[in-house]
């Protein structure tokens, strides 16, 4: 039997009146790639950056190997954040550092490790992901997809159990998308990450999920396999998969807007 790697229970979210998150709860088994799907602005990125503990919830539970991360103190919070890896939407690279000094960036400013092994360490992991020779290099001197490369090494630096991606082929070209994909599936395969993907495009999901949760205006509207998200009878499952112009989502928008 798959053990329950993160349990994400009636997560509920307000900003103001404003309510992003509503009674939000799945499962993630370990070393599952586990895609989060939804249009922009239906809580998926919310969703994760709670699960990290960037956010606090206004209520509800998030549970990772059986410590209920929302009752941590800030300092017991920090410490934990050592096991997940965060893959940035735009990357988010200093640019005013070396790319090898960004994927060593927490190993310089908390261990008093050597330069030396920090730079090896550096070069490993920006090989797994395809990248050699740029340790050198700054962030500007890269393209968008290295960037992005460069950014999942440094997600990965600190050999995480989770790692968390927020639109990770978002800007990229199909090709790099496809690399990117690549990546999520070589993590999950070779050293049993366990990822929650968060993202709108339908077929880099397909590609690599394992299992898909349908997420609108902060509702979970279903959970299952790719195929089995393919075959829901839930109207805005059908329109958001299949590209529809007209159905409840539109509705919704067009009926916002009078």
Known sequence: ??????????????????????NVSFEVYEGEVFVLMGGSGSGKSTTIKHIIGLLKPTSGQIIVDDVDITKLSQDELIEFRKRMGYLFQEGALFD???????????YLENTKMPVKEIYKLAQEKLALVGLKGVEELYPSQLSGGMRKRASLARAIATNPEIVLYDEPTSGLDPVMSAVID??????????????????????????????IAI??????????????IKKSPDPVVQQFINRLPEGPITKEIFSDIS
Do not use: C, Q
């Open 182 to 211: 690549r990546l999520i599936l070589k993590l999950r395969d070779e050293i049993g990450v366990t990822s929650i993907v968060v993202t709108h495009d339908l077929e880099s999901a397909f590609d690599i999920a394992d299992r």
């Open 96 to 106: 005013s550092l070396k790319i090898w000094e960004n994927v060593g960036f927490y």
């Open 1 to 22: 039997m798959r053990k329950k790697h993160i349990i994400v229970k009636n997560l509920t979210k307000k900003f103001g009146d404003r309510e992003v998150l509503k």
């Open 215 to 228: 997420i609108h205006k902060g509702v979970i509207y279903a959970i299952g396999t790719p195929e089995e």
